[in-house]
């Protein structure tokens, strides 16, 4: 087998040759800077140039009119002017007082053409080697030919082709120029084919092997390249073979050698690691040290290892990033927590001592914003949670940029701490945001299997001016449903946060065309809310509304919708007093990946509406990240209406339906729960959903923020009313669903299998929108 380093004899070649052209060059030199009278250069004349301008052989020059020119100072400029690497000969000579440059440039380069590469594509060689100055328009010096295949050899043996040749052929062409044709002939894929560990007792080599991502070829080796050797890899594996011996007592375990030998054919790859596992140590104690600021009694609980644990280097490290953490909320940023360890390896146990050294107290000199070409200053500087002039607090200054992030207005939010020039204890924090558009014109078309065609038109601005309020006018249609809309919202209305909202609308909608018993419905109105902070993730709203809704029975109306409509009317005026609570700790609104969102809310027709009644919902969205990528959603929802104050029948058309996207998909939307008298979903009082889903970008697109593949169970039903209620009725179904968000709106696709479904049960396995709104 062939070692993957260099060979000593290959090292001594290249320095010999490297010698010689030094030596050569020097040489040249000597011979092109021929014996001179000194004399004073009174003019300077450069001959011979074509593409090169005057000015820059000027700019290289190490000497100007006026200067004494002897043969040191001649060979000085030839020395000079052969290290731009613009020129195969110069030469010097005087007429007079003047010196005269004779140059001959080196051809530049026309065209570079690549052959044969499949596994790489030509852009991407292209850029590796522009990166090495080797690229259309430069200058073209030979001896930078080895350079360029080191490179081309460097990107393939990255992917594991070791057996990649590459052919450089140099054709002059027409005014000083050349082509280079570069041939590639790439080979296959060297696989690893066996990893040994030596020196392991403790575990097994099974289980060692668990922690490397390279691995011997499977039936997933075609995706994950598992099989491919890679240095930066194989560092990674090193580093996470060391943390599971470290993290579990083994103080001195160390990594003796790495082997990588590739067979004679390059075709075949075999790694050898040899360790020494040490023995195992406890924690004999724990001790803080050094200045300390804060009280023992604050830092002793951030301490994550205790004296009889096992030693674990994770623990340690998060204690001291922990305490660190806790001195930067107290103003020292720059505080340092060592940890040194006192082993002790007659009884193989270790004492742990965190030294703590918090430096000097900093405090906030200014605040900083930049890249804010529209939106002012105030919106950014109202969401600070850090203040000037006051200490510095690391977890203030991350939730600042949290916030920011979260208003939306920006893709990219970027904060930097700079000492201030001059003093020991103050900084300025910059922050740098990308703004993106927050206004949008949509005038679209889509269609869902509920809705059918869909019209929609609307004209929103979600930082309008600049200020960070919001302001939309918004027309959708449907088979089933009409809607016009107007909306404003001042987020700061009041300095302390308190948001004040503005709404208008009016909706009809034919019930029949949306899967649900036959009647019309017309509604007019609109409303003021109120949001209220009350801590940094809480959040209480208040309004009030009202109403005109009109309701008709369709031709084929059941018994229960005339019935309903002729003991109480068709026309229903209502003024709502609408309250909530909001707790929101997510890290971002679009496809989070971590955090809990819980809403709870009523809406209360008050005294003085034609119906007395009430709706009280809660739901609560949690999002747990299982890996960098990979996230597991847990969702519950229940509702219920009913009515109060003597009034005897809760109006038909605030019923809650559950079915389809958005509720239990695999069912047909709005179709679960009660039936009316021709069969027909007549929707309940009561309405339990939920939800567990595995939230991850598909594969082959990367972690892309557009689109998110899921698996999902779903679980729900809708009930007359609570007596009604039983658990084994709710209805199940398990599947996958793609959102995908595009500038048109968003496409919702959903494969759902209902699991326990009655003979009554609308099924519909596949479902979709394409083409409804999705604005943030």
């Not at 490179?151 to 002059?172: A, C, D, H, M, S």
């Not at 009725?729 to 496409?747: N, V």
Request: hydrophobic letters at 35%; proline letters at 4%.
């Amino acid at each position: 087998m062939t070692s993957l380093r260099g060979t000593r004899f290959l090292v001594m070649k290249r320095l010999i040759g490297r010698l010689f052209w030094a030596v050569a060059l020097g040489l040249l030199f000597t011979v092109r800077a021929y014996a001179f009278t000194p004399f004073v250069v009174k003019d300077i004349r450069v001959e011979g140039l074509k593409r090169i301008s005057q000015g820059t052989v000027f700019n290289y020059l190490p000497l100007k009119i006026g200067d004494r020119m002897d043969d040191m100072r001649s060979a000085e400029v030839i020395r000079a002017l052969f290290k731009t690497g613009f020129f195969k000969d110069v030469s010097l000579e005087r007429d007079g007082g003047a010196l005269i440059i004779v140059v001959s440039e080196r051809p530049a380069i026309a065209d570079i053409k690549l052959s044969g590469n499949k596994d790489i594509e030509t852009k991407k060689l292209k850029k590796s080697l522009k990166g090495i100055g080797f690229a259309e328009g430069q200058v073209f010096d030979r001896s930078t030919l080895e350079k360029v295949e080191q490179e081309l050899r460097q990107l393939y043996f990255n992917r594991g082709k070791y057996g990649v040749r590459i052919k450089t052929t140099v054709t002059p062409l027409p005014r000083n120029r050349v082509g280079i044709a570069i041939k590639i002939s790439e080979g296959e894929a060297a696989k690893i084919r066996r990893i040994n560990i030596v020196g392991n007792h403790a575990y097994s080599e099974k289980t060692l092997l668990k922690q490397f991502k390279l691995g011997t070829p499977n039936l997933l080796s075609f995706y994950t390249k598992n099989d491919r050797y890679s240095k930066q890899k194989l560092s990674g594996d090193l580093e996470r073979l060391r943390s599971l011996y470290m993290d579990r007592g083994y103080i001195n375990f160390n990594i003796d050698s790495t082997q990588v030998s590739l067979s004679p054919d390059k075709k075949d790859i075999y790694i050898t690691v040899n360790i020494t596992e040490g023995h195992r140590y406890t924690v004999k104690a724990v001790r803080l040290a050094g200045d300390l600021v804060l009280k023992p009694s604050r830092l002793f609980p951030l301490v994550s290892i205790r004296k009889g644990d096992i030693f674990s280097r994770k623990a340690a490290s998060d204690t001291a990033n922990a305490i660190s953490d806790k001195l930067g909320d107290a103003g020292y940023a720059f505080a340092n927590v060592n940890t040194i360890p006192d082993i002790d390896k007659k009884d193989r146990a270790v004492t742990l001592t965190f030294y703590v050294d918090p430096g000097k107290r900093t405090y906030v000199r200014r605040i900083n914003f930049s890249g804010n070409v529209k939106t002012k200053d105030e919106v950014l500087r109202r969401e600070m949670r850090q203040m000037e002039a006051a200490p510095i607090s690391t977890e203030k200054v991350k939730l600042s940029r949290s916030r920011l992030e979260r208003l939306g207005f920006f893709s990219h939010v970027n904060v930097k701490t700079k000492p201030v020039p001059g003093t020991t204890d103050q900084v300025d924090v910059d922050y740098k945001v990308t703004e993106r558009p927050s206004g949008s014109l949509m005038a679209g078309v889509g269609f869902s299997q509920t809705g059918g065609l869909l019209l929609n038109a609307s004209v929103s601005q979600n930082n309008f001016l600049g200020t960070g309020n919001r302001v939309s006018v918004a027309f959708n249609n449907s088979s089933y449903n009409t809607l016009y809309s107007v909306d404003y919202t001042n987020p700061y209305y009041t300095i302390n946060g308190v948001s004040r909202s503005f709404s208008g609308f009016y909706r009809k909608t034919d019930a029949a065309q949306a899967n649900l018993a036959n009647y019309t419905t017309d509604v007019g109105g609109g409303s003021v809310t109120f949001g209220i902070p009350v801590s940094e993730y809480d959040r209480v709203r208040l309004g009030l509304g009202g109403n005109r809704t009109t309701i008709r029975p369709g031709f084929f109306a059941s018994t229960q919708v005339r019935d309903f409509i002729a003991r109480n009317g068709g026309t229903y005026n209502t003024l709502n007093l609408t309250t909530g609570w909001i707790h929101d700790t997510r890290n971002r609104a679009v496809f989070p990946d971590s955090g809990v969102r819980r809403t709870l809310n009523l809406d209360l027709a008050i005294p003085g509406s034609t119906s007395k009644y009430y709706r009280l919902s809660f739901r609560d969205q949690r999002y747990i990240p299982l890996t960098r990528h990979i996230t597991f959603s847990l969702t519950g929802d229940v509702a219920y209406g009913d009515t109060y104050i003597g009034n005897k029948e809760y109006p038909i058309f605030q019923n809650f339906f559950a079915g389809g996207i958005g509720s239990v998909r695999g069912y047909r939307d709005n179709t679960l729960g009660p039936l009316d008298s021709n069969g027909l979903p007549l929707g309940g009082r009561l309405r339990v959903g939920g939800s567990a889903e595995l939230l991850f970008p598909p594969p082959f697109v990367g972690h892309n923020q557009s689109v998110r593949l899921s698996l999902f169970v779903d679980m729900g039903n809708v009930y007359k009313d609570v007596s009604s209620f039983k658990a084994g009725r709710l209805r199940y179904s398990a599947g996958a669903s793609l959102i995908w968000l595009t500038p048109f709106g968003a496409l919702n696709f959903s494969l759902g299998m209902p699991l326990n479904a009655s003979g009554a049960d609308q099924k519909q396995p596949f479902q979709f929108t394409i083409g409804a709104p999705f604005t943030f």
